[in-house]
């Protein structure tokens, strides 16, 4: 592979990561408890679930390009090292840990509240509160997965600069695991 298309692949994979991740603390850690401790219920029931919804697209989004790098790397036939097959597969699992929960669980207890559940309370609070802790863990492992991505991918970058300053001229052998010659 090119160092140049594995610049580029990791370069867009890092944006999207980072908006991913940024996404998901500022709502987590920031937005969440603050609109569920001041604003009176429902209406931060209400606020919150559209706000998830939104976000949800977003992160689905944001994963879908992860993959789209992945997919360029292998189109472009590199042959993956062991940093590469653990940067595609910490990927993939962040990405599946979106998809899942921004077509299960967050549909689900929007649907539940619409149908007005109230957390803890009765079945369908019952229900909405596995749900909610669901997306909760889901969320905290997108966010561990995602850092160790951030990680993998900085990893990926360095090792293509070293490699390619190291070497004037014919065969260049970047970090993602390909040979170019």
Same mark, same amino acid.
């Given at each position: ?66 993959? !789209?790098?992945?997919?360029? $790397?292998?189109?472009? #036939? &590199?042959?993956?090292?062991?940093? @590469?097959?653990? %940067?595609?597969?910490? +990927? ?61 991918? !900085?990893?990926?970058?360095? $090792?293509?600069?070293? #490699? &390619?300053?190291?070497?004037?001229? @014919?065969?260049? %052998?970047?970090?993602? +695991?390909?040979?170019?010659?």
């Amino acid at each position: 592979m090119k160092p140049a298309v594995l610049r580029a692949t990791s370069s867009v994979a890092l944006l999207a990561a980072a908006v991913w991740l940024g996404g998901l603390v500022a709502l987590g850690a920031v937005a969440a408890p603050v609109v569920f401790s001041v604003t009176p219920w429902p209406s931060s029931a209400d606020a919150m679930t559209i706000v998830f919804r939104r976000f949800d697209v977003l992160a689905m989004a944001c994963a879908a390009i992860v993959l !789209a790098t992945e997919a360029v $790397r292998a189109v472009e #036939r &590199a042959r993956y090292t062991r940093l @590469g097959i653990v %940067r595609t597969v910490v +990927g993939g699992l962040a990405a599946a840990g979106a998809v899942v929960e921004g077509m299960v669980i967050s549909p689900r207890i929007a649907a539940l509240h619409a149908a007005g559940a109230i957390r803890g309370v009765g079945l369908g609070g019952t229900e909405m509160a596995r749900l909610h802790d669901m997306a909760e863990a889901c969320g905290q492992a997108e966010v561990v997965l995602l850092v160790a991505f951030i990680v993998l991918q !900085a990893l990926t970058l360095s $090792r293509v600069g070293s #490699r &390619a300053g190291s070497r004037g001229g @014919g065969a260049t %052998r970047v970090d993602a +695991g390909s040979t170019e010659t």
